[in-house]
């Protein structure tokens, strides 16, 4: 595996579901991400970790939970959700934060909340 | 504090016309840019990067932006469109204090044959 690795690629939850979405990162990066795409909106930063420890929390509700137990993996745990959290969740990882490194995408997780 | 306008929420070319996508800046020091691009159902993938080495940047596929101060901007061009460049494209910056990328809306180039 290269790059940024993300699973599953597809969820489907019921709103009385729990379930995480795995990141991992093969690029030996420091910093990690999560975002949120929904459609017709911009890109939300959800959390950022660097030397997994959490840098930013920009308000995200505690029905979201990270969890980074090393720089190579990063964790979102699910819980009660409603269906306007349903969007396309994605990981990123960078050498460290900010000064100009760019983050490595993976692909995504698609969710989608019943 | 940072932030990033992207003019145009979806563009329309032809095959071979050239492509412009604007994107201004608005950052209290000088900025890192970024484009990325966003094919369907995948992730965002580095197109170029500015950090003061050159004002005019080129990146991957044939695209390149040019960093102009004077007007805050980062437009990103390429002389000739293929239908694969049809994609979503998010121009970021990020300062130099060390804080996340800021993302803009995002553009939509359609490219029509």
């Known amino acids: 595996e290269t790059g940024v690795t993300q699973t599953p690629r597809h969820l489907v939850m019921g709103m009385t579901n729990k379930k995480s979405l795995k990141c991992e990162q093969h690029?030996?990066?420091?910093?990690m991400y999560w975002y949120k795409q929904s459609a017709k909106k911009p890109l939300e930063l959800m959390f950022v970790?660097?030397?997994?420890?959490?840098?930013e929390n920009n308000s995200v509700p505690s029905r979201f939970s990270p969890e980074c137990p090393n720089s190579s993996h990063l964790f979102l745990h699910l819980h009660t959700l409603q269906p306007e959290d349903s969007a396309l969740y994605l990981c990123?990882?960078?050498?460290?934060?900010?000064?100009?490194?760019?983050?490595?995408f993976g692909p995504g997780t698609r969710l989608t909340v019943l | 504090a940072q932030s990033v306008t992207q003019l145009g929420s979806h563009v329309s070319v032809s095959e071979g016309a050239l492509v412009l996508l604007r994107c201004n800046y608005s950052?209290?020091?000088?900025?890192?840019l970024f484009w990325y691009v966003q094919y369907p159902n995948q992730g965002l993938q580095l197109l170029l990067k500015?950090?003061?080495?050159?004002?005019l940047v080129k990146g991957i596929n044939g695209f390149e932006a040019e960093f102009k101060k004077s007007e805050t901007s980062f437009h990103l061009t390429k002389p000739s469109a293929h239908m694969s460049d049809a994609a979503e494209y998010f121009c970021?910056?990020?300062?130099?204090?060390?804080?996340?990328?800021?993302f803009g809306k995002g553009t939509t180039l359609s490219v029509s044959s």
């Open positions: 970790y660097n030397f997994k420890e959490q840098t």
């Open positions: 970021a910056v990020s300062d130099r204090a060390g804080t996340a990328l800021i």
């Open positions: 950052s209290s020091v000088p900025p890192y």
């Open positions: 690029l030996g990066h420091n910093a």
């Open positions: 500015y950090t003061s080495a050159a004002t």
């Open positions: 990123a990882s960078s050498q460290d934060v900010g000064q100009g490194h760019e983050q490595f």
